[in-house]
């Protein structure tokens, strides 16, 4: 099975799902905020609407990830799809301080004897909205985590932050409903802030893979313990890892015994080569350097050729 291409078929079946609830949700909450005069649902419905949207953000992410390496991109192009999260993170941002400028307008500027007490149509679809996004949660969540996606995990979020939107819509609407009015525009701002919340989490995430983060430290031991296991390899002098987008690329030095002929020192390094590549499928590249094990604790280069160095290197600095 090609791993790219069953990571690209789960992430866009999850998509497809996802586009489906979130606009049979939307059309619904939308109705039943008209309905029922609820600001809260009415902001949960767009929430809701933001989430199409941020859904095909996802698949062109996802979709322009997975191309194949090319001249201008030898690497491939894995981090579009953090581009793709960051963009997301963006559009989520703009809807909170929406929503939450709607609320501190209705706080501010309308008497709460002019607030009108939501219906209960409004209630029932918040809790319906909860029931069903938390479980679009945990089913996005599942997939992202088995693909390692940072646009899929963020999709899950949003997910997750919709549900969390509409246990706020609820208790407004109830409040309201009981003679507190004030808590149904209240609630949109408290909507406001955990959606800013959530787009905060999906940004730094997406940054923290665009700027060579190493991978987790489990993965790291990980991967050290299989190549001290090889009988080949006398000792693991340095192991650097760092994530692209969702794939990890390693560098690893080893020492070898120092009678071993150039061609059985390379073996060695294939052999630690094709052993993460094959145990650790996320692993893109593992670049291995072989050192001599009697000079693992000695500087190396001492001597550099003089036709090796700058030509400026003898120049003062400035």
């Given amino acids: ?17 996802s586009i489906l609830v979130n606009l049979a949700l939307a059309l619904g909450k939308l109705a039943a905020g008209l309905v029922a005069n609820s600001a809260a649902m009415i902001s949960d419905a767009i929430h809701s609407a933001s989430d199409v949207f941020s859904t095909f953000i996802v698949i062109i992410g996802v979709k322009m ?18 581009v793709a999260a960051i963009i997301l993170s963006v559009l989520l941002t703009l809807v909170a301080v929406g929503i939450g400028y709607s609320g501190v307008n209705k706080i501010l500027f309308v008497d ?45 979020w949003h997910h997750r932050s919709d549900a969390l939107s509409s246990v706020g819509s609820f208790i407004g609407i109830l409040g309201a409903r009981m003679g507190y009015p004030i808590l149904d525009p209240l609630t949109s701002i408290i909507i406001c802030c955990m959606i800013l919340h959530a787009s905060w989490q999906i940004f730094t995430d997406a940054i923290e893979k665009m700027v060579d983060h190493s991978c987790d430290p489990a993965t790291t031991q990980a991967i050290s313990n299989l190549v001290e296991r090889l009988d080949e390899v006398e000792y693991l002098d340095s192991i650097h890892t760092r994530m692209f987008g969702n794939r990890i690329y390693v560098d690893i030095e080893i020492s070898v015994q120092d009678h071993l002929t150039l061609v059985q020192a390379h073996h060695v390094a294939e052999i630690v080569h094709v052993a993460i590549e094959l145990n650790f499928p996320l692993v893109k590249h593992c670049m291995v350097h072989v050192n001599p094990v009697s000079q693992r604790n000695t500087k190396r280069c001492a001597y550099i050729p003089r036709e090796l160095l700058p030509k400026d290197n003898f120049l003062p600095r400035r």
């Fill in 1 to 17: 099975m090609n791993f790219k291409n069953s990571d690209e078929h789960i992430a866009m079946v999850v998509s497809f799902h």
């Fill in 65 to 82: 990830s997975h191309k194949a390496s090319d001249q201008d991109h030898p690497y491939g192009h894995e981090r579009l799809e953090c």
């Fill in 112 to 156: 709460a004897e002019e607030m009108l007490v939501p219906g209960q149509l409004a209630l029932w679809a918040a809790a319906v909205s909860v029931l069903v996004k938390e479980a679009m949660f945990w089913y996005t969540r599942r997939a992202a985590n088995k693909i390692n996606s940072g646009a899929l995990m963020a999709d899950a």
